[in-house]
């Protein structure tokens, strides 16, 4: 019993924490891959529009200098792919590879939609570095019409080693968060049990008869006063059953003094009391 009480508080609490633990285990991590995309998704963004207007005199044909070049420093210094598509699919120039050695990409899902002046965000394997990838593809215009097309594009194995690193540092944390909640989870159901223990032991006490048993009244809140409680009681019944006691001892010297024989008999004529005159006579 002392023990039942004990396990069942705390494997109830600690169930609770596990459950709570596996929900955030499962569900955070794709919560955090989302996020993570979306925020690299607006950061490639944001990329296009600084080298929108570097780009868009090359796809005018007022641009001078080496576009190649152009895009391959940018890339060095932000870890992006960047790939420059004229409005008839062409690669004009790519940062990883020969645009002469590409093939058309026009019908990239991307690439078709920023001809038709639509931003486009896909996750797919890149036919030409056979790697999944994520692209970023937005429409170059000149004076509100669309002239080309520019796709900025991430390794995903790059995101998702850091997505690596993430659910293992988020795994720690909830490692440790489990730990200290079932250390205060067992301090709780100590708290909790202990009291209801001490009581279940002298109510037993009681019942045998011992009076003299009290509960600890040093805790705080409602154990405090069951506490105060109990012990009134057990006081109340300790004063109750003395003066019973008294009562009895009275009454059997008052008929230990009768020298006449004397007993009293119950409703179905049992001998509940009688006097030693009586009993030499029986």
Same mark, same amino acid.
């Given at each position: 019993?002392?023990?039942?009480?004990?396990?069942?508080?705390?494997?109830?609490?600690?169930?609770?924490?596990?459950?709570?633990?596996?929900?955030?285990?499962?569900?955070? !991590? !794709?919560?955090?891959?989302?996020?993570?995309?979306?925020?690299?998704?607006?950061?490639?963004?944001?990329?296009? *529009?600084?080298?929108?207007?570097?780009?868009?005199?090359?796809? +005018?044909?007022?641009?001078?200098?080496? @576009?190649?070049?152009?895009?391959?420093?940018?890339?060095?210094?932000?870890?992006?792919? #960047? +790939?420059?598509?004229?409005? +008839?699919?062409?690669?004009?120039?790519?940062?990883?590879?020969?645009?002469?050695?590409?093939?058309?990409?026009?019908?990239? !899902?991307?690439?078709?939609?920023?001809? =038709?002046?639509?931003?486009?965000?896909?996750?797919?394997?890149?036919? +030409?570095?056979?790697?999944?990838?994520?692209?970023?593809?937005?429409?170059?215009?000149?004076?509100? &019409?669309?002239?080309?097309? @520019?796709?900025?594009?991430?390794?995903?194995? =790059?995101?998702?080693?850091?997505?690596?690193?993430?659910?293992?540092?988020? @795994?720690?944390? *909830?490692?440790?968060?489990?730990?200290?909640?079932?250390?205060?989870?067992?301090?709780?159901?100590?708290?909790?049990?202990? !009291?209801?223990?001490?009581?279940?032991?002298?109510?037993?006490?009681?019942?045998?008869?011992?009076?003299?048993?009290? *509960?600890?009244?040093?805790?705080?809140?409602?154990?405090? &006063?069951?506490?105060?409680?109990? =012990?009134?009681?057990?006081?109340?019944?300790?004063?109750?059953?003395?003066?019973?006691?008294?009562? =009895?001892?009275?009454? &059997?010297?008052?008929?230990?003094? #009768?020298?006449?024989?004397?007993?009293? @008999?119950?409703?179905?004529?049992?001998?509940?009391?009688?006097?030693?005159?009586?009993?030499? *006579?029986?």
């Amino acid at each position: 019993m002392k023990k039942t009480l004990f396990l069942r508080i705390f494997s109830g609490y600690a169930t609770v924490i596990i459950l709570l633990a596996a929900a955030v285990m499962l569900f955070a !991590p !794709p919560l955090m891959r989302k996020h993570f995309i979306e925020e690299k998704a607006s950061s490639l963004e944001h990329m296009a *529009v600084l080298l929108e207007p570097q780009i868009v005199p090359y796809l +005018t044909g007022s641009g001078t200098g080496d @576009l190649r070049g152009l895009v391959a420093a940018f890339s060095r210094e932000t870890g992006t792919r #960047i +790939t420059v598509i004229d409005m +008839t699919g062409n690669v004009l120039a790519d940062s990883e590879k020969e645009a002469r050695d590409m093939e058309n990409h026009f019908y990239r !899902p991307e690439i078709h939609a920023s001809l =038709n002046g639509e931003k486009r965000m896909s996750i797919r394997r890149s036919s +030409t570095l056979k790697q999944e990838m994520m692209y970023m593809s937005v429409p170059l215009e000149d004076s509100g &019409r669309v002239v080309g097309a @520019l796709r900025l594009s991430l390794f995903m194995k =790059n995101l998702e080693a850091l997505l690596d690193i993430f659910r293992g540092e988020l @795994l720690k944390a *909830v490692g440790v968060m489990i730990l200290v909640a079932l250390l205060f989870v067992f301090v709780l159901s100590k708290s909790v049990s202990g !009291p209801v223990r001490e009581v279940i032991d002298a109510s037993s006490r009681v019942a045998a008869g011992d009076f003299e048993v009290s *509960v600890s009244a040093r805790r705080s809140g409602e154990f405090k &006063r069951f506490a105060q409680s109990f =012990n009134a009681m057990t006081g109340k019944l300790k004063t109750m059953f003395d003066e019973i006691r008294m009562k =009895n001892e009275e009454i &059997r010297g008052i008929l230990g003094s #009768i020298r006449e024989g004397l007993c009293v @008999l119950a409703g179905d004529d049992r001998i509940e009391l009688c006097n030693s005159s009586f009993r030499r *006579v029986v």
